[in-house]
C-alpha cells in the first residue's frame, strides 16, 4: 500500500480517537457541571409552620393566633411539634446560619455540603407586648442538625465558637466558613396556608408559602391513634 494512504489512514484514526475521547470528556465535564450547579441552587425544607387557630381575646382587643411548628432534621424526618400563640399574627423565627464555602457544596460535603443553622426562638414584634419563645436554649446543638448518632467534635466546635467565626474571618476560613449571622424570616401567618422554611445549600432561610389542597378545607385531621385499624368501616 502506497506510504502515503497508510499515513492519511493513521491521521484520520488519530483525529477519530481525538474527537472520541475529547467528546467523551466534555459529556463528563457537562454532566460534573451541572452536578455542582445542581447543589449551589439546591434548598431542603427543614421546618414546617400552620395556623391551627384564630380566637379573639376580649382582654386585650386582639385576635391571637396560634401556630404550630414542626421541624423535620438531616434526615427529612419529622420531630415533635412545638406550638406558639401570639397577640398577632406577622410571626419572626429567629436562627443561626453559617454559610460554607462553595467548594464544599460543590463536593457535597458530608457536613459542610450546605448552610448549617439552629432555630434560636421565634417572636412577634409588638413594642412592650413583644412576645418570644426559645426553641433552641443557647449552647445546645440544634436538635435536628445532629449528622450522626454519635457526637461530632466538628458540630460540636461548630455551635460553641459562632460568634468567633462570625467576627473572626481568618478563623472561619480556616475551617471552611464563609459567614456567620443571625437571619430571621417571618411572614404574616394566616389559616388554610401551608408555610415552609428552607435552607438554601449556599445561603440562607427562607419562607414559602402555598394554600392548603381544598380537600382540607374545613376538615378535622385525627391524630395517628384515632385512625381506625384497617379494613374496619369509620
Do not use: C
Not at 439546591?42 to 421541624?71: M, Y
Not at 457536613?111 to 433552641?136: H, N, P, Q
Request: charged share 30%; proline share 5%; aromatic share 10%.
Amino acid at each position: 500500500m502506497d506510504i502515503k494512504k497508510i499515513l492519511a489512514i493513521l491521521l484520520a484514526v488519530l483525529a477519530m480517537s481525538w474527537l472520541y475521547v475529547s467528546a467523551n470528556r466534555y459529556i463528563r465535564e457537562n454532566a460534573l457541571l451541572k452536578q455542582v450547579i445542581k447543589r449551589l441552587e439546591a434548598d431542603s425544607r427543614i421546618a414546617e409552620v400552620l395556623v391551627t387557630g384564630v380566637n379573639f381575646d376580649e382582654i386585650s382587643g386582639k385576635n391571637k393566633t396560634t401556630i404550630k411548628f414542626l421541624e423535620y432534621d438531616t434526615a427529612g424526618k419529622p420531630m415533635e411539634p412545638e406550638y406558639f400563640t401570639f397577640t398577632g399574627n406577622i410571626i419572626q423565627f429567629q436562627a443561626y446560619v453559617i454559610r460554607f464555602d462553595d467548594l464544599h457544596v460543590r463536593r457535597g460535603d458530608r457536613l459542610k455540603g450546605r448552610s448549617a443553622y439552629l432555630f434560636s426562638k421565634v417572636f412577634m414584634l409588638d413594642g412592650k407586648d413583644t412576645r418570644e419563645y426559645d426553641i433552641t436554649a443557647p449552647g445546645d446543638i440544634p436538635k435536628g442538625y445532629r449528622v450522626g448518632v454519635k457526637k461530632d467534635p466538628f458540630e460540636e466546635r461548630l455551635w460553641k465558637n459562632f460568634w468567633k467565626y462570625a467576627q473572626d474571618p481568618k478563623m472561619a476560613r480556616d475551617v471552611g466558613i464563609k459567614n456567620a449571622q443571625i437571619e430571621a424570616p417571618g411572614t404574616m401567618f394566616i389559616p388554610g396556608m401551608l408555610y415552609t422554611i428552607k435552607i438554601e445549600h449556599d445561603g440562607g432561610l427562607r419562607i414559602d408559602a402555598q394554600r392548603l389542597p381544598q380537600i382540607l378545607k374545613g376538615e378535622r385531621i385525627p391524630a395517628d391513634k384515632d385512625l381506625p385499624i384497617s379494613g374496619k368501616k369509620i
